[in-house]
């Protein structure tokens, strides 16, 4: 079974301060994906970044940087210099195969609700 | 334009009265899912499709079905709906080139917002 963690439901900070949001994963899987979306006020859902289980490098676009570490299942998401418009709900995702070797679907957390105060 | 459809985009219904939410993707996708949104609890899958005629279920998908004789459309039926399936559904397509994982971003559709009475 898969399961993905975002143990912070809400988060309230003001605007250029940096923030970070966790993402906790738990799969038996050695081959997997991570993923993070963004769900704007707007509610549509937008891809933000994907990484395999292969590589542990960080990822840096912008003002949005990910950190990736296996050694503790995490997947972080780190907004610096926050802005009005990152206000938005955010979700990590894991998608690996089932148990038989088969495919299995995408395990979505529950999403952290991110306000950017002006 | 890529893009995934789903339709209607507001529907409030009845008890028991049976309705259907088209899906359709224009991307030539295999993996197609659905997906219900509800507060604090946040996404879950309800069934997804990793090719034509291969549905599997998700998370939660007790009184739902689904069907995929068409790669582009993945409709999402409710037989008899109960008031514990008002959410706010999601339909999402992917390319997975025959891996067995899907690997490759979701696009997701505009969300279908069903209220059943």
């Known amino acids: 079974a898969q399961k993905v963690t975002q143990a912070q439901t809400e988060i309230s900070v003001v605007e250029k301060e940096d923030v970070t949001l966790d993402c906790v994963y738990e799969t038996r899987d050695t081959t997997y994906y991570l993923f993070w979306y963004k769900q704007p006020p707007s509610g549509e859902l937008v891809f933000l970044i994907r990484r395999n289980s292969f590589d542990e490098q960080n990822e840096i676009s912008g003002r949005y940087s990910w950190n990736f570490q296996k050694s503790t299942s995490s997947f972080n998401f780190t907004i610096t210099a926050s802005q009005v418009v990152d206000s938005a709900v955010y979700f990590c995702a894991l998608s690996e195969s089932n148990s038989g070797g088969g495919a299995d679907g995408l395990t979505f957390g529950k999403g952290t609700h991110l306000i950017i105060q002006p | 334009e890529a893009q995934v459809t789903q339709n209607p985009r507001y529907l409030i219904t009845v008890t028991g009265k049976k309705l259907t939410v088209t899906c359709s993707q224009n991307?030539?996708?295999?993996?197609m899912s659905w997906y219900r949104q509800d507060p604090g609890l946040g996404l879950r899958q309800i069934y997804y499709s990793m090719n034509v005629e291969v549905t599997d279920k998700g998370d939660v998908p007790e009184g739902y079905k689904v069907s995929r004789k068409e790669k582009r459309n993945f409709p999402l039926i409710l037989e008899s709906p109960s008031p514990n399936q008002t959410s706010l559904y999601f339909c999402a397509s992917s390319t997975t080139s025959g891996s067995l994982i899907v690997y490759n971003e979701q696009f997701f559709g505009p969300g279908t917002r069903l209220t059943v009475l």
């Open positions: 991307m030539n996708h295999e993996y």
